[in-house]
Nanobody, 124 residues
Framework: QVQLVESGGGLVQAGGSRRLSCAASGRTFSNFLMGWFRQAPGKEREFVAA????????YYADSVKGRFTISRDNAKNTLYLQMNSLKPEDTAVYYCAASTVVVITATPANYAYWGQGTQVTVSS
């Protein structure tokens, strides 16, 4: 069992930046592959980015590649998502998630643990 708490959401202007954090507690953080997902109103939850257990490998959705950076600090049990050049279409609730799967995956069903989400709103 691992508990996840996101923070860092808020209102930001288009073109701006925001850094999300996800604090983990419970089981050993480095045992989990971690991911960020988002869900906009009326839309399905979609994959944003994922990072391997020790942070060597990362994977991004095409829609955020080159603008977002996922990272983790296993000593601090924390996952991050640095978001730059934000667009109105990035507006969503952002969730962090933990998976025991070994290979990086973008499939929500492969993530057993989820945070409560943090709202990011990008104004035009």
């Amino acid at each position: 069992q691992v508990q996840l708490v996101e923070s860092g959401g808020g209102l930001v202007q288009a073109g701006g930046s925001r850094r999300l954090s996800c604090a983990a507690s419970g089981r050993t953080f480095s045992n989990f592959l971690m991911g960020w997902f988002r869900q906009a109103p009326g839309k399905e939850r979609e994959f944003v980015a994922a990072i391997s257990r020790i942070g060597v490998n990362t994977y991004y959705a095409d829609s955020v590649k080159g603008r977002f950076t996922i990272s983790r600090d296993n000593a601090k049990n924390t996952l991050y998502l640095q978001m730059n050049s934000l667009k109105p279409e990035d507006t969503a609730v952002y969730y962090c998630a933990a998976s025991t799967v070994v290979v990086i995956t973008a499939t929500p069903a492969n993530y057993a643990y989820w945070g409560q989400g943090t709202q990011v709103t990008v104004s035009s």
